[in-house]
């Protein structure tokens, strides 16, 4: 039996912990593919309402989405991913791939592509050398999702005169609301929220905490305000 939607955010939250604290004994993120592979997969099988595959290393596909269909899951954690290859062997073996990024500044990941169908063949292009190379773009509008991202956690509270919402989601990402109206610019939004109500933008090593430390630390504290 598979894991449930709730287990994979679990399980998701817990591989992001365990990359942040990786990155923080500074641990190249190079040397942590397995890890951010891990996470890619959780996240792929969240995005789609799927599964993990039944086996480690389903020859060539990693999720299996809700109507059955076979999804190929890169993940990288370069800042500006040029291309992605594809193993031309299994390239029959999967129907949609989703290339994801792990932003390790921010700890969330981003959807850089989500291919299938017609669009899916034209990405792959020729075959060279045993492989076909997909080129990758910038984050875009994620328009093929099955879904929109859950909230895993939030707290609403009145600062300053103005209603603020901070909301953790299943990506690691942070949201903040300001009088309904989503902050265009989180990080920065998150460290104004901070120093409304007295809390530290840094760490006890001095270094400023990451967006989704941030959002972290809003939420619990604004829960005890």
């Known amino acids: 039996m598979g ?20 990155l923080e004994f500074d641990v190249p993120a ?10 890619g997969e959780l996240y792929a099988a969240l995005l789609t309402n799927g599964r993990l595959a039944s086996e480690v290393n389903q020859r060539g596909h990693d999720v299996v989405g809700k109507n059955g269909q076979r999804i190929s899951v890169k993940t990288t954690a370069k800042a500006q991913p040029g291309q992605v290859s594809v193993n031309a062997n299994t390239a029959n073996e999967f129907d ?14 981003e959807v850089l592509r989500d291919l299938e169908g017609g669009e899916l063949r034209e990405a792959l292009g020729k075959e060279k050398d045993g492989k076909y190379i997909v080129n990758v773009h910038r984050p875009r509008v994620e328009n093929n999702l099955v879904r929109p991202l859950k909230v895993v956690r939030s707290v609403a509270k009145i600062v300053a005169g103005n209603e603020f919402v901070v909301s953790e989601l299943e990506n690691g990402s942070v949201e ?40 972290y630390l809003l939420i619990r504290n604004l829960s005890d305000i």
Request: charged share 20%.
């Open 30 to 39: 190079t040397e942590l593919r397995h890890l951010i592979g891990r996470i």
């Open 96 to 109: 949609r791939l989703l290339i994801l990024r792990v932003n390790t500044d921010e700890m969330e990941i």
């Open 176 to 215: 903040i609301k300001k009088n309904g109206v989503v902050e265009s610019n989180t990080k920065q939004a998150c460290r104004l929220l901070a120093r409304e109500i007295g809390m530290s933008i840094v760490n006890v090593s001095g270094n400023f905490h990451n967006t989704r430390q941030l959002g």
């Open 3 to 22: 894991m449930t939607q709730i287990q994979l955010i679990q399980s998701l939250g817990s591989h992001l912990g365990m990359l942040e604290q990786e």
